[in-house]
């Protein structure tokens, strides 16, 4: 299988007027913050929506994007699995922003409004960890299992750059889109 094409920001920046800019992060992460133009398709619903992201390539370029890069990259194999070629932004969000380039936000929603997953993915590891510590001297030692298999799983997790926490918290109903999302999300991309 190939790698994924990969734009740079300023790359990206150059070529926003000629590429349809999908954003595979949760609807939280997507209201914190996203591209110009962005239209918010989360890694669980790509498959879904492949006929209407196979017309939108044939029309003009893809450019998936995501918090880091690694979900995009995700969806571009994902999307090359069923004959579409799409590109990713190396490093995200978190890189166009540190170009110092703006990211939008809904009217309705603060800075605050959403955390990345990579947010919650630190709190609910930092969170397990203390208490399985704090269980484990106040209650019972076996307690200290819990803060040793998060910490495993992020050994894992580093190891094959793919988070099983992620997946999890991604499932919460905060992060999940609503069916009527998805739907504009799709009447907009197929509007072209």
């Known amino acids: 299988m190939t790698t994924p094409v990969t734009f740079d920001v300023p790359q990206a920046h150059a070529r926003l007027h000629d590429v349809t800019v999908i954003d595979v992060r949760t609807p939280g992460e997507y ?16 498959r879904q929506a492949l006929p209407d992201l196979r017309q939108a390539a044939a029309r003009r370029g893809l450019l998936l994007v995501c918090a880091s890069g690694a979900r995009s990259e995700n969806a571009c194999r994902i999307l ?8 990713t932004l190396a490093g995200g969000t978190t890189a166009w922003a540190a170009e110092g380039l703006d990211l939008r936000r809904p009217a309705a929603c603060s800075p605050r409004a959403g955390w990345s997953m990579e947010r919650q993915v630190r709190f609910t590891a930092g969170t397990l960890v203390l208490l399985g510590l704090v269980l484990g001297l106040l209650l019972h030692p076996a307690f200290q299992l819990l803060a040793a298999g998060v910490a495993a799983g992020l050994v894992l997790s580093a190891l094959t750059d793919t988070c ?14 609503r069916p009527a999302d998805l739907a504009a999300t799709l009447a907009a991309l197929r509007r072209g």
């Not at 090359?80 to 590109?87: C, S």
């Not at 099983?164 to 889109?177: I, Q």
């Open 31 to 46: 209201a914190g913050g996203h591209l110009p133009g962005a239209l918010n398709i989360p890694l669980d619903r790509i």
């Open 164 to 177: 099983g926490m992620a997946v999890l918290l991604a499932r919460l109903p905060h992060n999940r889109p």
């Open 80 to 87: 090359a699995e069923q004959g579409v070629t799409a590109a």
